[in-house]
């Protein structure tokens, strides 16, 4: 089979407004199905309507890929392994394609807990033990008994960073206090990640739950290039807000270093006001 040639446009608008799934599923049906077009896939993907959407949302997010026309339905009668093995082989650099495409199997989730599990062994001899006692932790708070893919997850991420201890320091406040105020934020958010980085345990932090988590994801505050704490000058904030805040400016990120610079610079772009 001759894989076409990739043409990316180099416009990210429309694939910075669309979350990995989104992207996956996108991919997924132009390289599969020829007979969708890119305005079926903005109504039954992305939800729009393809009367006011005229299809460009999926097409900007394909057209950044360097996935055009000449792409549509190349695998409609190839089963997902194959069309890996396709792109694999040839010359050209498919290898983020490749993940989105892997994303959309049927054992994606398990594959992602597998290889997050197998991380955890190779970095602590007791992260069995660690493992069931933070997802004993997730359970007991939001109640329920049944274990999802998500819930798994999380308590492996939680379970490499606070380990076996009792206590923990945020990375941003520099406080230290039980586990069960602390969690594992996600640095860049999750939707973003693409599989790879769902796998790095990098992409996570540990940050208390009196404050630090919110004021991180809402992005009230900022990790600069250099490691520390700012004041997010692109949003607005109240003067008793701001003194809050202020009590963390100029501490060092405690989780910030070359594997996880990339993370931090992709929330501080997130923020920045289109």
């Not at 890996?84 to 994303?103: A, R, T, V």
């Not at 693409?194 to 009230?220: A, H, I, L, Q, W």
């Amino acid at each position: 089979m001759l894989v076409p040639k990739l043409d990316p446009s180099g416009r990210d608008r429309e694939y910075k407004q669309r979350n990995f799934e989104e992207i996956s599923q996108i991919v997924h049906s132009w390289l599969f199905a020829d007979d969708v077009g890119h305005g079926e896939m903005d109504r039954d993907i992305l939800g729009l309507d393809p009367l006011s959407s005229k299809g460009w949302q999926s097409m900007g997010v394909l057209h950044f890929l360097g996935l055009k026309k000449e792409f549509k339905g190349i695998f409609r009668d190839t089963d997902l392994n194959q069309a890996i093995i396709h792109l694999k082989n040839d010359n050209q650099d498919f290898s983020f394609i490749i993940e989105l495409l892997e994303n959309t199997s049927e054992n994606s989730d398990a594959s992602l807990i597998e290889s997050l599990h197998e991380t955890g062994k190779s970095r602590d001899i007791d992260f069995e033990e660690r493992y069931k006692l933070r997802l004993g932790e997730l359970v007991d708070t939001d109640g329920q008994g049944n274990q999802t893919q998500s819930r798994k997850e999380q308590s492996i991420l939680r379970g490499i960073p606070f380990k076996g201890v009792a206590e923990t320091e945020c990375a941003i406040c520099h406080r230290t206090l039980p586990t069960d105020l602390m969690v594992a934020a996600h640095i860049k958010p999750r939707s973003k990640c693409s599989t790879s980085e769902r796998k790095n345990p990098n992409v996570v932090m540990p940050v208390c739950k009196v404050g630090c988590d919110d004021f991180f994801e809402k992005g009230y505050i900022i990790v600069n290039s250099g490691g520390f704490i700012r004041i997010n000058d692109e949003m607005n904030h109240s003067s008793q807000l701001k003194s809050i805040l202020t009590e963390t400016v100029g501490n060092k990120c405690t989780h910030f270093n070359k594997e996880t610079a990339q993370f931090f610079a992709y929330k501080r772009d997130s923020l920045k006001r289109k």
